[in-house]
């Protein structure tokens, strides 16, 4: 018998990338309680031998670890230290493990609540899309506690290839700001490389896999150029919560006295993209607004 199944989780937003962590969770031997809110989730991960709580401030009463993958800021803190949140529950030397990407600000905010409980708050953001969370490698930053860090690392394990500790509370977030600012504006230039072909009467797809060959190639550049290629903008990261993302970058840079250009640059691309109603497609589809430019 797997020593995971002695461990109990929970686990809470079940979206494109929670979905495929407690799938994994499950598999690798965890006992995973979860809340829902869609049937068919909740169907499809009980199915599996997930334990669905109807309650999310009964889920510390069926682990001491709770996973959370929301939208923002307000969404974890309504649900960790909300009215009817975690907190209220929350046994002593337990954690809450928040996955999502959020202010580094409201991290350390949510981190002292719990601490006044004398339960733990890791923030610890990913990178790898849709992708990253089936295959169980993503890229996870951590910030906080060390020693809460060191405590649920093998469950970070099952989830992602590369964990790396990045420090204290919030630090996991400010790692992951900088994922969002480089690989937004890697979008942009693979957009930009794009209409370089386009003109040029070269078929893209012959100078990307060329690129793929050198000190170019990235991730980006295999995936996302791939996308805007094809014209095929399935979500593996929705261009709302990328641009949400960019927002909460654009807030800390301001704090820190910084002002980039270049991320002011494709902030505003984003903006238009959602505006002109691509938020719910992928991240990349930034390339039907720039492309426009391009003729």
Do not use: W
């Not at 989830?159 to 996991?172: M, R």
């Amino acid at each position: 018998m797997k020593r995971a199944k002695k461990n109990k989780i929970g686990f809470i937003g079940l979206g494109i990338m929670g979905k495929p962590m407690v799938v994994n969770l499950i598999r690798d031997g965890y006992k995973v309680s979860f809340f829902a809110r869609k049937k068919k989730i909740i169907n499809e991960i009980c199915k599996i031998g997930g334990i669905f709580v109807p309650l999310i401030k009964d889920l510390p009463l069926h682990a001491d670890t709770i996973i959370t993958n929301l939208p923002n800021t307000k969404d974890v803190k309504e649900v960790v230290i909300g009215k009817n949140g975690l907190l209220h529950k929350l046994k002593i030397n337990s954690c809450v493990v928040d996955m999502s990407t959020i202010s580094p600000e409201g991290t350390k905010d949510i981190s002292a609540t719990l601490k006044r409980k004398g339960a733990f708050f890791i923030d610890a953001p990913v990178s790898g899309g849709e992708a990253g969370a089936i295959s169980g490698e993503l890229s996870i930053m951590a910030g906080g506690e060390k020693k809460a860090f060191i405590k649920v690392k093998p469950i970070l394990s099952v989830l992602g290839k590369k964990i790396t500790y990045i420090g204290g509370s919030g630090s996991g977030q400010i790692c992951k700001l900088c994922n969002q600012i480089l690989v937004a504006q890697t979008i942009n230039s693979i957009s930009q490389i794009i209409g370089i072909a386009v003109k040029a009467k070269i078929k893209p797809n012959v100078i990307r896999k060329a690129l793929l060959g050198g000190y170019a190639n990235s991730k980006i550049l295999e995936i996302h150029g791939e996308r805007m290629i094809k014209s095929d903008y399935k979500p593996g990261f929705k261009l709302s919560l990328h641009n949400k993302d960019l927002n909460i970058a654009k807030s800390f840079t301001r704090s820190l006295g910084l002002n980039f250009k270049g991320l002011n640059e494709v902030k505003k691309i984003m903006d238009e993209a959602e505006n002109t109603g691509f938020s719910e497609s992928d991240s990349s589809v930034i390339h039907r607004i720039l492309e426009k430019t391009y003729k």
